[in-house]
């Protein structure tokens, strides 16, 4: 990311942002309520565009990328959104083995994978389930679940325990762990200072726009 | 398309209730309405017209003494296939044949009250020429075609079926309209969905393909009930009119052509969807 500046109505959400996040590193994004978090991830899968500044993913440069190439950069990224974005009218099964299908994968194979995704996150019994049958704890591990299938380069997570219970929550900082120990990069936005002091890792603090700190943890 | 994609077409057939009702409806209504047209055209063209049959040509002479001659120059012209000459004693038998209620009168009357005629059958393309020739011959008093009324009934039929077709037509573009106005709805009910669906990688096509297989699916429901509507008016006039059966290609089309409809008017429904930034 290189000087990216973001305003919406003329109102400044991000600065001027220069950081580089390496292949396979675990980093934190966090700041108050209004920094422009959810701006700085929205940037980065490409939801919008920067106003000004280059923003480069996995080898795109995302304000350069012509629209048809949007789909498959996009496959390569696993976001887990804060608000779970879950398609509402397909059942659980559906939200996992729909992502799995645009991959056109055979039939028995994605309903393999969305079962074991979902037995990862203790939810294979919530197969036939509408996401509005379920808790927001559920729906959230459903949202993670399905940004873990397709076991991508880059995890993208706004707010990932926002809906869980402190234990559910370090559980699922230990996945993307294990995740990231595998290779995949993951950046997490999160306010939740505890969760960064149990998994202290490389941190980036926002403030009203600006990155105020690159540093290992919370501690000065 | 995938099992998702046909999934999401079932939901969405129940989701577009009444109004995807009412275009299944016209799209029948439009396909069986232009299937009856073409049905009753090519019954009134091929049989009632006989049009790929032979012309009638009928020429009434002035003198009975006349037909040798006229006929003997009649055999030298090419395009006449047969001839027959029907003597005065004859014409008063047929007429009073015809008229079963004239029959003591017409058969009370002279012989040479009744005229000689001469009746031709000749090649549709050589009969305009055959009546200049006839009409132009000092034997015959009145010659008259059936190419002449065949082409009255013909032009008549022409505008009956334009404008069964003009009407046909609008059914169809209400059709179209209504399959647009559908998906644009069911779009803009989705906006969500689709947006969630781009975020998690969805390509254009499978978020577009299953709304444009919804209006193909509406208009080829409906030219299906088009044509079993068609059947089922067949097969009550069969006793009656034998003759009329649609064609194959005609129950082939109707469903096809409902299917355009709808699909086409899904397709500009999708312009509702919201672009990438």
């Known amino acids: 990311m290189e000087a990216v500046v973001k305003s919406y109505h003329g109102r400044p959400a991000l600065r001027g942002i220069t950081t580089h996040i390496e292949r396979s590193e675990f980093v934190f994004l966090t700041g108050p309520s209004g920094a422009g978090k959810s701006t700085f991830l929205r940037l980065l899968y490409r939801a919008e565009l920067p106003d000004a500044g280059r923003i480069v993913v996995d080898g795109f440069d995302l304000a350069e990328m012509p629209r048809r190439q949007i789909p498959d950069f996009r496959r390569r990224l696993g976001v887990i959104f804060q608000d779970f974005k879950l398609l509402r009218r397909r059942t659980v099964g559906e939200n996992i083995s729909f992502v799995l299908s645009l991959l056109d994968l055979p039939e028995r194979e994605q309903q393999r994978r969305a079962y074991l995704a979902l037995k990862q996150m203790g939810l294979q019994n919530r197969l036939g389930a509408l996401p509005d049958e379920l808790s927001g704890g559920e729906q959230q591990r459903v949202a993670i679940a399905r940004a873990l299938v397709l076991q991508p380069d880059l995890i993208l997570a706004d707010e990932p325990s926002g809906n869980l219970d402190t234990e559910r929550g370090h559980e699922l900082m230990e996945l993307l762990k294990s995740i990231n120990y595998q290779g995949t990069t993951v950046l997490v936005a999160t306010h939740d200072r505890g969760l960064i002091e149990a998994h202290p890792a490389r941190t980036l603090v926002l403030d009203r726009g600006a990155l105020v700190r690159d540093a290992w943890g919370l501690t000065p | ?277």
């Open chain 2, 1 to 277: 398309m995938n099992r998702h994609g046909w999934r999401e077409v079932q939901r969405q057939v129940r989701e577009s209730g009444a109004p995807g009702g009412v275009a299944i409806l016209m799209v029948a209504v439009a396909t069986a309405w232009g299937g009856l047209l073409l049905t009753v055209h090519r019954w009134v063209e091929h049989d009632l017209l006989g049009r790929r049959q032979n012309s009638s040509v009928v020429a009434v002479l002035r003198a009975p003494d006349q037909a040798d001659s006229l006929a003997s120059a009649l055999a030298a012209r090419p395009g006449t296939l047969r001839w027959t000459l029907a003597r005065p004693a004859t014409v008063r038998q047929e007429l009073a044949e015809w008229f079963p209620e004239l029959a003591t009168v017409l058969l009370a009357l002279d012989e040479p009250s009744f005229p000689a005629l001469l009746k031709i059958e000749a090649d549709p393309a050589a009969a305009g020429e055959l009546v200049a020739w006839l009409a132009a011959r000092r034997e015959v008093a009145v010659v008259q075609s059936s190419a002449q009324w065949q082409a009255r009934v013909e032009q008549a039929l022409g505008r009956v079926v334009a404008v069964g077709f003009v009407l046909a037509s609008v059914l169809l573009a209400g059709c179209f309209l209504v399959v647009l106005l559908v998906v644009r709805l069911l779009v803009l009910d989705h906006a969500d969905e689709i947006a969630i669906m781009r975020l998690i990688g969805a390509r254009e096509r499978d978020i577009r393909l299953p709304y444009v297989t919804l209006g193909l699916v509406l208009g080829c429901t409906g030219g299906l009930l088009g044509v079993l509507a068609l059947a089922i008016l067949e097969m009550s006039l069969r006793s009656v009119l034998p003759a009329i059966a649609p064609e194959a290609w005609v129950l082939a089309a109707m469903p096809l052509v409902g299917a355009a409809a709808g699909a086409g008017g899904a397709a500009l429904g999708l312009v509702a969807i919201p672009r990438e930034p």
